[in-house]
């Protein structure tokens, strides 16, 4: 069965001193275009969670985002007392050799300083990690329930369409007979305004009659778009990610419908066209939905 390229999932992990969400939504594209938000504390891990998407999403326009809800700060400020010692001490030794008069805050001036502040992340453990991977694997399954369902709702449109093509093709043959004598007349019609009847080599009009009826002859493109849908039909049922073929086989019907619609030379059959190229371009439209 199908899916569609439009999905949505969430999870949520409650871990013993945060809180982690992570929320996948999609849209249609061509190729994978993955767009990626991910607290600075994960980020170390980013590429491990991209590849994992990109084995399991396959195509689309997606966002992927994780939040982070945490009792404690991700990031520790460490103030070095040896870095702090050795500033007064320098500065203290300018400040007398140069005879500097008043007292001077060095201590404001020393915590400015580079290296007296240092900000430190703690290490990421592997445990925690893994709890938040299940929390991402998580959204990743509801996020491929999600889109199945959308391509069972999908799937069910792109049959009626097609369904219908079907039903106007299986109208075209009994408008073919009535079609051939008009053609046949209309000739006859055209030659008796032009030739003498007692000119007109009758065996010659014939011969040229099956040669031109030949041409308008529309079996092999039903029989063509006769397989194009049961194709259609087979691939919806049995491929996953068949997106991309779905729209090449409705090309193929596009092409037998197009000659047909050339061949036709009959008011009805040309309406029957039409309504086969009016569900043709809904199926186009909706083909685009499919990964």
């Not at 939040?67 to 460490?78: D, K, L, N, P």
């Not at 320098?90 to 400015?112: H, Y």
């Not at 369409?161 to 008009?182: A, C, G, M, N, T």
């Not at 036709?264 to 059959?269: C, F, G, L, R, V």
Request: glycine residues 4%; contains cysteine.
């Amino acid at each position: 069965m199908i899916l569609s390229m439009t999905g949505y999932g969430k999870a949520v992990k409650e871990l013993p001193n945060k809180k982690v969400t992570v929320e996948i939504k999609s849209l249609n594209s061509k190729q994978l275009d993955l767009a990626m938000r991910v607290p600075g504390f994960y980020r170390e891990k980013e590429l491990d969670i991209r590849s994992f998407l990109a084995g399991r999403i396959g195509r689309g326009k997606v966002d992927f985002a994780m939040f982070c809800e945490t009792q404690q700060a991700e990031r520790v400020a460490r103030i070095d007392p040896d870095a702090v010692r050795q500033y007064y001490q320098q500065l203290s030794a300018i400040k007398e050799q140069n005879a500097m008069p008043g007292d001077t805050d060095f201590m404001r001036i020393i915590m400015s300083l580079p290296d007296v502040v240092k900000v430190e992340q703690p290490e990421l453990d592997e445990n925690e990690w893994e709890q938040v991977m299940d929390c991402v694997r998580e959204a990743v399954d509801n996020f491929i329930s999600f889109r199945e369902q959308e391509g069972k709702a999908l799937a069910a449109d792109l049959l009626s369409h097609v369904d219908l093509i079907e039903k106007y093709s299986f109208e075209v043959p009994q408008y073919e007979k009535e079609r051939i004598e008009k053609i046949r007349a209309r000739i006859q019609s055209n030659l008796d305004e032009i030739i003498a009847k007692d000119k007109v080599d009758n065996n010659r009009l014939e011969q040229e009659l099956i040669y031109y009826i030949e041409k308008l002859d529309i079996n092999e493109e039903k029989v063509r778009l006769a397989n194009h849908i049961k194709y259609f039909r087979e691939t919806l049922a049995n491929d996953a990610d068949a997106g991309k073929k779905l729209g090449f086989i409705a090309q193929e019907m596009g092409r037998e419908i197009n000659t047909l619609g050339s061949k036709a030379n009959q008011a009805e059959m040309q309406r029957l066209v039409v309504r086969m190229k009016d569900e043709l371009e809904k199926i186009k439209e909706q083909v685009l939905n499919v990964l």
